[in-house]
């Protein structure tokens, strides 16, 4: 067996890792071992390249992965669960930028006029999608940080502006195919960078997790990109599995907003704030507030309760809190689930990564589509931290930004709890008229300090 034919079975055996591991992802019983088979399937395809016929700049390349892993390692194991989507996004980004790079370093290091058009396409390719990914996924990680406002960001004309500058993207390609001008391949850049950015501004609000799924989708087309102008098997493998999987994923969340991607794209979800402080037609409405005993009682007498977290529990990181708290309850007998919602949290998967870190029976985490059914059984309905997505005027305000998004029918509990910092609105700016419904009571505070109370309350009880 030559040199070759061993590396390219290295590269088949690691590829079908990759496969598996995606198969795993799509169980959070089975995220882990999923994990774990990627990474051994990732650690096999970099040590096998080492070994290919003409590698040159070793030392460069040593030096280069040690500073990746002194910045990635650390960045992993310190980051917050709370900063996990902003730690995606940017690494995310870091991807689509290495794979432009490696576009235009091969771009410069050979002689384009003498290349094949699809090779030259190819490499150009690469630069917009990896160069896009990486500005877009800059700015969302800046959204995330909250170093910018979330809300979207527009101005007069903007999508005649954007368009115009695809349009001048589309015609650079078409120039440098046409010239091998080095000069446009650093316009194109410069365009390709302008794009991301214009793209991700306006977006804000519960568009975030699907903005994430379509920046790693564009990522791992770069990528795949990347796979070609190198010839490089395992990298056209891994990015159009990246590429495929992150598009199948982001419509799989615009059908679960009840929205299309390119009215994501280009309505500025979230630009129309209506929240008014709880009024409606001119009055003041009221909510109801109990104690921490109370609810307490409440619960311990149930005999099901749903449990739907949000983004305020991975803020309060009250993961484990509220895992005791299913826990005491399931000791007096009360039966209890998690209702998760697809883009509750700001990535996709935010609150099953979450609710995984405190070693939550994976029977227990319930999607929307099976959680729903249940919601009429269900004696409490327990809302820790979520907001838009147990919206009912997402299902009765037409004139609402959310109107047409599934969520989780909190409403059609017996009873629901909302736990909530303030009366200040969601990511999409609006009122929530749950909060008002006669059903409903509420416990203002910091989530992992009321859910500590709500332990207490229901182990006294």
């Known amino acids: 067996m030559t040199r070759g034919t061993a590396i390219d079975l290295c590269y088949l055996v690691a590829a079908i890792t990759f496969i598996l591991a995606l198969k795993g992802l799509s169980s959070p019983k089975r995220a882990r071992a999923g994990t774990f088979v990627a990474m051994a399937g990732m650690f096999l395809a970099i040590f096998v390249t080492f070994f290919q016929p003409g590698l040159h700049h ?9 500073i990746g892993v002194v910045i990635g390692l650390p960045a992993a194991r310190l980051v917050k669960m709370t900063a996990m989507p902003q730690l995606v996004a940017i690494f995310n980004g870091v991807g689509g930028g290495a794979a432009a790079l490696v ?28 160069t896009v990914s990486f500005s877009g996924s800059a700015i969302a990680f800046i959204k995330l940080q909250e170093l910018i406002t979330g809300r979207p960001i527009t101005y007069p004309g903007q999508q005649i502006v954007n368009a115009l500058l695809a349009l001048a993207a589309i015609a650079l390609i078409v120039a440098v195919l046409v010239t091998a001008s080095t000069t446009l391949l650093w316009i194109l850049l410069a365009v390709s960078f302008v794009i991301g950015i214009g793209v991700v501004l306006p977006i804000g609000g519960a568009d975030v997790p699907v903005l994430i799924s379509l920046l790693n989708s564009l990522t791992g087309l770069a990528v795949a990109a990347s796979g070609f102008t190198l010839g490089n098997n395992v990298l056209i493998v891994a990015g159009t599995l990246v ?21 994501i794209l280009f309505s500025a979800f979230g630009s129309n704030i209506t929240a008014g402080g709880g009024a409606e037609g001119g009055e003041t409405r009221t909510v109801r507030q109990s104690t921490p005993e109370d609810v307490g009682v409440l619960l311990s007498y149930a005999r099901k ?85 147990v919206n009912p005027s997402a299902k009765t305000t037409p004139g609402s930004p959310i109107f047409g998004m599934p969520i989780i029918n909190a409403d059609e509990a ?39 109370k709500l332990v207490s309350a229901v182990n006294a009880s």
């Open 243 to 263: 590429g495929a999987s992150g598009l199948l994923l982001t419509q799989m969340m615009c059908k679960s907003i009840g929205r299309s991607l390119p009215n």
């Open 58 to 66: 070793q030392l460069w390349i040593y030096i280069a992965m040690a």
């Open 305 to 389: 309760v749903a449990i739907i977290p949000g983004y305020g529990l991975a803020v309060a990181q009250a993961q484990h809190t509220v895992r005791e708290l299913a826990d005491e309850l399931e000791a007096k007998g009360v039966e209890v689930f998690y209702a998760i919602h697809p883009v509750a949290g700001r990535m996709p998967g935010h609150m099953n990564v979450l609710l995984a870190e405190a070693n939550v029976p994976y029977e227990q985490l319930k999607e929307m589509d099976d959680a729903n059914p249940e919601m009429p059984t269900c004696d409490v309905a327990l809302v820790v931290g979520a907001n838009d997505t």
């Open 103 to 130: 576009s235009i370093t091969t771009f410069i290091g050979s002689n384009p006029k003498q290349e094949a058009t699809y090779k030259v396409l190819e490499v150009l390719i690469g630069v917009f999608i990896g």
């Open 414 to 452: 017996q009873h629901i709890v909302f736990l909530k910092r303030s009366m200040r609105p969601g990511f999409a700016g609006v009122d929530n008229d749950l909060l008002f419904d006669e059903k409903t009571v509420l416990l203002f505070g910091d989530a992992k300090d009321t859910l500590s």
